[in-house]
């Protein structure tokens, strides 16, 4: 078998080079696995985050529909009374479902103390809808055919991890009751290992029917709960039919609502891929630029060791020349190269995939956290076969010209005078080379400076509050526990006291949300009647309950009026304080701030209606890119268990927002201690300074930037490599010649001009080729930026200015190396 030993000897030999050339095989691999590491990294991130393969059947076929009108679509989906119309109506639906949460967070009573869990309230055909069976037991589906039968209340499905986590994998479990939140429920089945829904959950998951009441038989936008829709397209149908489909069955349902501004409200539908929905604001288009930002990284990083291969097939041409001369036909000496670049390829992508698990380690939790996607990031099947592609494909772009060029080489000349043949067009080559290298590390540059303005930009934004010194503490704390007492009177406000007594705490206080929080969100409507028509269309407002000592943490401003104090007690009157934005809503554009002041707002839950005391200042609540919106607190002194929002308020979760004198990081350790000793349920509170909360509120183009700033920094090390290089080269290509001009009284400056004259023309040349790259590709950022042109001529000047400046930089070395030369040597030397 000549064929195999030929290869197997090919591959010995070009390993025998590469040994003895250390520093280029170093070089080579270490640039190529970087560049491979970048795209395999950013692959990983893509294909799990936008491409993961859903645990459903069919997951293409799986959409989620809101409800839409003059205001958008609602936050949510629609009440039940308009999603029974559409599973009577719709012909090109399948099947639809719908799930809430009664709570975020729930508590499962388990052998080791209660476990946070998350408790969707899911319709009983929600998993035949996702085409999903239970691993044991059944799902909710009724015997009798009633998809809402109360026989499944009190009854319960639970995932797996909960199942082996919770219950030790007990194969009797089915019949076994369990506590949630210390009511008893009845398991009826174990989910899939694996399954989620809905996906990106925090902690494991325990679901529990929908048990239709009252208030799902009415279209009163304020008695009515609103579920989240998922439905299953027919066979051969798309989104636009359904969309077509159910606009049309909506516009007659929005009819049957009494409220003509509710009906505004809910004239349409908005229906959109269920991998769709699952991400957040940009990020869909801050992963395909980032992907696209590596893939640049790893062709420079190709372009590079294409260079060196130039360089490196140059100087084996002596050994070309004598195998030429021995018979080796042009594709012998052409797959002499290519077996060396395959080698360095596979070492790369090893040596890659390592890096990878390394930095997906390392950065997984910051990066899935700005994505607000909860997953596990590791290299997959798809990966390993991108893997595979990138060495073929690398192979082929830094070894295939290299080859060609040393198999087209003119041998007779190296063989009549022993020096490389071919010089001009080599140097040519290889000018080219770093050229294109210099306009794809521009664009990079360019791409990282809008970004980095963009964080600038967001960190001009004015917030409206003070983040300097304030550490939050989130507390989810079983309420169940707390059942009969007043959790203020009970738990907080001995915390609040016991906090602020530290000698390093100048304020503390309690809020259901801090801005710019990850809070679960609380909103209030206010529904227009026939008298307050012309001012009010159910204007929904942000919702917070705080403590008095709020202002002195966040040093917000008031502008009329004053903020909650001790005077606001549970015996005082209801109170209540507004923001500006809800001023203009509420009472009208034009009105002064202090036209608020005493007016009668709402009621706490007696007959008494509260009365506003102060309005704030706007401030930035959900994001910093989005104006403020109307808000509504309420003093939490003042919410007792007989009041409407203790269950919201207190019953849910809560922040203690504290000031502190010294740095945060010395004090946290200190308030864990006084956490645990007030009550052992305040045991798994987190802690994060109020600057980090703003940091990771920049989400996508936090990770967008930080990313970039990475590519951006090894592309340009990499195109400073390259010009380094080829002005080597030419250096010693052309050390005699500098020698003679020496010896004929050439001046240094002359001679350091003369080698750094190429580097300008290449670094010009790039430029230019470079700034009409990032110019052309800069509408992809648009969505990115903020407060910067994505043509911002501060940040093209600046990136080119960089670009130019270090550029000139690597090339004094080999132009001051040149002007040192010794023409006695030099001339010797040839």
Not at 614 to 625: A, K, N
Request: proline share 4%.
């Amino acid at each position: 078998m000549p064929f195999p030993s030929l290869a197997l000897g090919e591959i010995r030999h070009s390993l025998r080079q590469l040994w003895r050339a250390p520093g280029f095989s170093m070089v080579s691999l270490g640039i190529l696995a970087g560049g491979i590491a970048s795209s395999a990294a950013m692959l990983t991130v893509v294909d799990q985050v936008l491409l993961r393969n859903i645990p459903y059947r069919d997951a293409n076929q799986l959409v989620q529909v809101r409800e839409a009108g003059k205001k958008g679509p609602t936050m949510f989906g629609a009440p039940f009374v308009d999603i029974q119309q559409w599973r009577q109506r719709s012909r090109t639906l399948q099947a639809i479902a719908f799930h809430t949460y009664d709570k975020p967070t729930s508590y499962l009573e388990g052998v080791h103390g209660p476990v946070q869990v998350n408790t969707p309230n899911v319709s009983s055909n929600l998993f035949a809808t996702l085409g999903v069976r239970p691993a044991l037991g059944r799902g909710f589906e009724s015997a009798a055919g009633n998809d809402f039968s109360k026989a499944n209340a009190g009854s319960a499905l639970l995932s797996d991890s909960v199942w082996r986590d919770g219950f030790g994998a007990d194969p009797n479990i089915l019949g076994r009751m369990v506590k949630l939140n210390g009511n008893s429920y009845t398991v009826i089945g174990v989910m899939p290992r694996g399954f989620q829904f809905p996906l990106n959950a925090e902690k494991p998951q325990i679901w529990l029917p929908i048990v239709l009441g009252d208030s799902d038989q009415v279209r009163t936008k304020n008695a009515a709960r609103e579920y989240t829709i998922i439905a299953r397209l027919g066979n051969g149908v798309g989104i636009a039919q359904v969309s077509a489909e159910l606009k049309v069955i909506q516009s007659e349902v929005a009819r049957l609502y009494t409220d003509a501004h509710a009906r505004e409200n809910v004239q349409s539908v908005v229906v959109e891929s269920y991998r769709d929905s699952l991400l957040e604001g940009n990020v869909r288009r801050a992963l395909l630029a980032l992907l696209a930002a590596a893939g640049v990284l790893w062709l420079i990083a190709c372009v590079n060791v294409t260079s060196l291969m130039l360089a490196r097939a140059n100087t084996l041409q002596r050994e070309i020349a004598v195998r030429a001369a021995l018979g080796a036909g042009r594709w012998r000496i052409m797959r002499q190269l290519l077996v060396q670049g395959l080698i360095l390829s596979v070492a790369a992508c090893v040596l890659g995939l390592g890096l990878v698990a390394v930095a997906l380690k390392l950065f997984e939790n910051q990066i899935l956290a700005q994505l607000n996607v909860h997953i596990k990031l590791q290299p997959d099947g798809m990966v390993m076969l991108a893997l595979l592609g990138l060495t073929v494909a690398t192979t082929a772009v830094s070894s295939l010209w290299p080859a060609l060029f040393a198999a087209r080489a003119s041998l007779e000349h190296f063989l009549r005078q022993g020096l490389p043949s071919g010089g001009s067009a080599h140097q040519r080559s290889r000018s080219v080379l770093v050229m294109a290298q210099v306009a794809m590390s521009l664009a990079l540059l360019v791409g990282c400076g809008l970004l980095l303005r963009t964080i600038f930009a967001l960190r001009q934004v004015s917030l409206g509050f003070r983040t300097d010194h304030v550490i939050v503490a989130d507390m989810v704390i079983p309420a169940y526990k707390f059942d009969g007492t007043n959790m203020t009177t009970q738990l907080y406000q001995p915390l609040v006291d016991r906090v602020e007594r530290l000698p390093e705490v100048q304020a503390a206080a309690l809020t259901t949300a801090v801005p710019l929080g990850k809070r679960f969100p609380i909103l209030l409507t206010f529904a227009a009647d026939d008298a307050e028509s012309a001012r009010i269309e159910n204007l929904v407002v942000q919702f917070r309950a705080v403590g008095p000592g709020l202002q002195r943490v966040l040093g917000f401003r008031m502008l009329r009026g004053r903020f909650f104090d001790d005077r606001d007690t549970a015996g005082s009157a209801p109170v209540v304080v507004v923001n500006r934005a809800f001023v203009r809503e509420y009472f009208g554009d034009n009105r002064d701030p202090g036209y608020a002041i005493n007016q009668e707002l709402m009621s706490y839950g007696s007959d008494k209606l509260a009365h506003i005391i102060g309005v704030i200042d706007d401030e930035r609540q959900s994001s910093v890119l989005d104006p403020s919106k109307p808000e509504v607190d309420v003093c939490i002194p003042q919410i007792t268990p007989n009041t409407s929002f203790y269950r919201v308020a207190e019953g849910l979760a809560m922040n203690l927002a504290i000031r502190t004198e010294s740095e945060p990081a010395l004090v946290m350790a200190e308030l864990r201690r006084v956490f645990r000793s007030v009550s052992p349920e305040l045991e798994g509170s987190s802690f994060i300074t109020m600057d980090q909360v703003v940091d990771d509120s920049y989400g996508d183009r936090r990770v967008a930037a930080h990313l970039l700033e990475f590519f951006a920094g090894l592309a340009l090390l990499l195109c400073l490599v390259g010009l380094y290089g080829i002005l080597t080269y030419v250096l010693t290509q052309r050390t005699r010649e500098l020698g003679v001009r020496l010896a004929l009284g050439a001046q240094k400056r002359q001679l350091v001009w003369l080698v750094m004259r190429r580097a300008v023309v290449i670094l010009a040349a790039g430029s230019a080729i470079g700034l009409a790259l990032s110019l052309s590709t800069t509408r992809i950022m648009s969505n990115l930026t903020y407060g910067v042109s994505p043509f911002d001529a501060m940040t093209l000047t600046t990136a080119t200015l960089l670009l130019v400046a270090t550029g000139l930089l690597a090339s004094y070395i080999p132009a001051r190396r040149a002007a040192n030369v010794d023409p006695m040597q030099a001339l010797r030397r040839e």
